[in-house]
């Protein structure tokens, strides 16, 4: 299973997913983009001291101290409409994807403290928050003379063939690659030194979804606690379609095109604890802060299944498959934020959050693997990322409200000067209808995203991606 990563994860950086349990899931898992109530993404996330909002249990636990009265809020509509251009030795190839999901539904329960006690309320919060989304849609294509083949055959030199398992029976088997005459363990790639159109499909789906159980109080109007228990699930399915094919449409040794189809499932359930508090000096300004312990998920069930389906110039079409089934645990960075809030005159707010986590952190374990070398590959290629989020509301009637926000993450490698580092741009604007017992909010969020990735050489010439993503988002809610 990790013989051909090097090649797929350069094809477009997702296809290395078929590398089951390597670096690229303990950084893919831990990541959060938080999302969330309608007013929480307008306003581009900033409530970890501001407050009040179901989303920000997932950020700061303390945003439950705010609430004075009992609420209930559903987010029934997420739409995602993205779209990418990937640019290889010259080309251009474009996908897009839309995509409905269902960010967000909560229950917060606040009670009241008698008189006498500085001790003004406590609450209790139960529901469920999107913290990541994976739906996404990759296409390459090029010509190049250099094959994915050659990669299997420079791993199994030396291999007998009667022992060859994974990728390289599937090669052997189709008649993709093949040993010299007179050896069993020395082999050749019949794609070898053409000029080959390559082309590759990736298809991204699933969420990790975080149902949160928080626990919070008032302390005199002036310091607001707050405890999160997050149980994120992890639902990550990824479906690649990878083809080789002669540029000139020649067969090449009787073999005139090969396709490989990949489908990689994962599947698990983690637990953390989060901790925040909010102080309120003065009337016009809180200032907060959180912390929350690395995830750990047990027993993330990791499924591959790989099929090659290759056609021959004079006989039948040949296909093998195989399929495995393992499981591994994942430690998640932890995370730290800061932040503060603005409020003018009880009918806006300005607010800024700042949050740190390092995926250096992130370890893989297993019983039956040893995981030693990818935790290597973690250490080595990513390190701290710095967030900021930036909103903004006013209240420009009783009723009615208009948001604004920005975020922006950092780049998680530790060495990257091009701009298709994977640094994340989200551009946000929402407003919302609030009355006694019932409102609705509504909020367009603008994702941006570039990364690249290599292919064989780490100093060749870099494939290039650029992500676009619109999202649409409503909620509802009742106060009583």
Not at 68 to 79: Q, W
Not at 215 to 233: E, I, Q, R, W
Not at 266 to 282: C, D, E, F
Not at 385 to 393: I, L, P
Request: hydrophobic residues 35%.
């Amino acid at each position: 299973m990790k013989k051909i990563t090097t090649f797929i994860i350069a094809i477009l950086g997702i296809i290395g997913m078929a590398n089951a349990q390597g670096e690229y899931e303990a950084f893919t898992f831990s990541q959060s983009d938080y999302y969330g109530t309608a007013r929480f993404m307008g306003a581009g996330g900033a409530f970890g001291a501001t407050g009040g909002d179901f989303s920000a249990l997932s950020t700061n636990p303390a945003s439950i101290g705010l609430y004075k009265r009992h609420e209930t809020s559903i987010t029934p509509l997420g739409l995602s409409f993205g779209y990418t251009d990937t640019y290889y030795n010259g080309n251009l190839s474009t996908a897009q994807k839309v995509k409905y999901n269902f960010p967000q539904a909560g229950m917060v329960l606040s009670n009241s403290i008698k008189r006498g006690n500085n001790w003004k309320s406590w609450q209790f919060g139960f529901g469920v928050n999107r913290i990541m989304d994976f739906n996404c849609t990759y296409r390459a294509n090029t010509q190049i003379n250099s094959s994915l083949s050659d990669v299997v055959v420079s791993n199994i030199y030396g291999t007998f063939y009667g022992d060859l398992r994974g990728d390289a029976h599937l090669f052997w088997m189709t008649s993709v690659i093949d040993t010299f005459a007179g050896t069993n363990n020395e082999y050749y790639s019949r794609f070898s030194d053409a000029e080959l159109n390559q082309n590759a499909i990736v298809t991204r789906s699933g969420a990790i979804n975080e149902m949160v159980l928080s626990f919070g109080g008032n302390y005199n109007d002036k310091l607001y606690v707050g405890a999160t228990v997050g149980f994120p699930f992890l639902d990550f399915t990824e479906k690649t379609t990878y083809k080789e094919s002669p540029a000139n449409a020649q067969d090449l040794y009787g073999v005139k095109d090969y396709t490989l189809y990949t489908t990689q499932r994962n599947r698990g359930t983690g637990v953390n604890l989060k901790l925040g508090l909010i102080y309120q000096p003065a009337d016009f300004v809180r200032i907060g802060a959180a912390f929350q312990t690395p995830t750990y998920y047990w027993k993330v069930r990791d499924n591959l299944y790989r099929e090659i389906y290759a056609t021959y110039a004079n006989f039948p079409s040949l296909d093998y498959s195989y399929e495995n089934a393992n499981y591994f645990t994942l430690t998640t960075p932890l995370k730290a934020n800061v932040s503060t809030s603005f409020l003018i005159q009880k009918r806006a707010f300005i607010a800024a959050e700042y949050e740190f986590q390092d995926y250096s952190m992130a370890t893989l374990y297993s019983d039956n693997y040893d995981y030693g070398y990818e935790n290597e590959i973690v250490r080595a290629k990513y390190g701290p990322t710095h967030s900021v989020r930036v909103g903004a509301e006013v209240n420009v009637t009783q009723g009615f409200a208009l948001r604004a926000g920005y975020r922006f993450k950092t780049s998680p490698y530790k060495m990257s000067e091009s701009p298709y580092n994977n640094t994340t741009h989200f551009i946000s604007a929402g407003f919302g209808f609030r009355g006694e017992h019932f409102f609705a909010d509504f909020a367009y969020v603008y994702r941006m995203n570039k990364d690249s990735y290599w292919l064989y050489d780490p100093v060749g010439e870099p494939c290039n991606v650029s992500s676009k993503t619109h999202n649409v988002v409503a909620t509802i809610g009742f106060k009583l």
